[in-house]
């Protein structure tokens, strides 16, 4: 289990960061920084620019991502915003707007 | 009043799941909601939630709002003072700065603190009648 769990009642309106893992299950408004993998699950909502090491989606993101790692868009994710990272995938079902940047 | 040395979890939840901030967490801006929420982390900001709030040993809160929660646990650094509905127990490793609120507060040896207490619970009966019942 990942050290920080954000549950699905919680809002945090204002910029979290983190040294380790991050799960959001709630809502976050504002800013993320996450050092390693950060994980947005089903029904959670991110309404903030992410940093990330290792990046899964499974919710919903309207903000900018740039991971140092890669990026997985799930089914059932949704992410308006642009994304910077090594590598990404984006799976059968899920939702993207915005344009992807590789840094090749 | 709770004897045990252990930090427990709330018993209950409410409708969100329980929530951790790690160690490595910082967090500038309000965290609210539902659910229960450990904190072993840096939190600058108010803090409101209808579950149970445990601020683990380490941890460290600093608000302008008093924290509020259903019961907490600080065994951590808080400035801001904390208003639950039911118990505020301040552990043994606990540094709180601020006013506590609660039904029931209990402060172990060695926890630094400095506010005020207000907690509102029933007078045993020797006491409930004032000076004129002890007498009688």
């Known amino acids: ?104 | 009043m709770a004897q045990g040395k252990t930090i427990s979890r709330g018993a209950s939840h409410s409708s969100g799941g329980p929530s951790v901030l790690g160690a490595g967490v910082t967090v500038r801006g309000r965290l609210t909601g539902d659910g229960d929420v450990t904190v072993e982390g840096t939190i600058e900001g108010a803090v409101s939630v209808t579950g149970a709030l445990i601020v683990a040993a380490g941890a460290s809160i600093s608000s302008e709002d008093a924290l509020q929660a259903r019961t907490a646990v600080i065994a951590g650094n808080v400035e801001g003072g904390v208003v639950a509905q039911g118990n505020v127990r301040l552990m043994a490793s606990a540094r709180v700065r601020g006013d506590l609120k609660g039904s029931e507060i209990s402060i172990d040896e060695g926890a630094d603190f400095q506010g005020r207490i207000d907690a509102s619970f029933e007078l045993p009966a020797e006491l409930a009648g004032g000076r004129s019942a002890l007498k009688a």
């Open chain 1, 1 to 104: 289990m990942a050290s920080t769990v954000i549950g699905a009642g919680i809002t945090i309106e204002g910029e979290v960061s983190s040294e380790d893992d991050v799960v959001v299950q709630g809502t976050i408004r504002g800013k993320l920084h996450g050092k390693d993998r950060v994980t947005v699950e089903q029904g959670a909502v991110v309404e903030a620019d992410v940093t990330s090491g290792p990046l899964t989606v499974a919710g919903t993101i309207t903000g900018n991502i740039h991971s140092h790692d890669r990026v997985d868009l799930q089914a059932g994710a949704k992410v308006v915003g642009n994304v910077k990272a090594t590598r990404i995938t984006i799976a059968d079902g899920a939702q993207f707007k915005g344009n992807v940047d590789m840094d090749v």
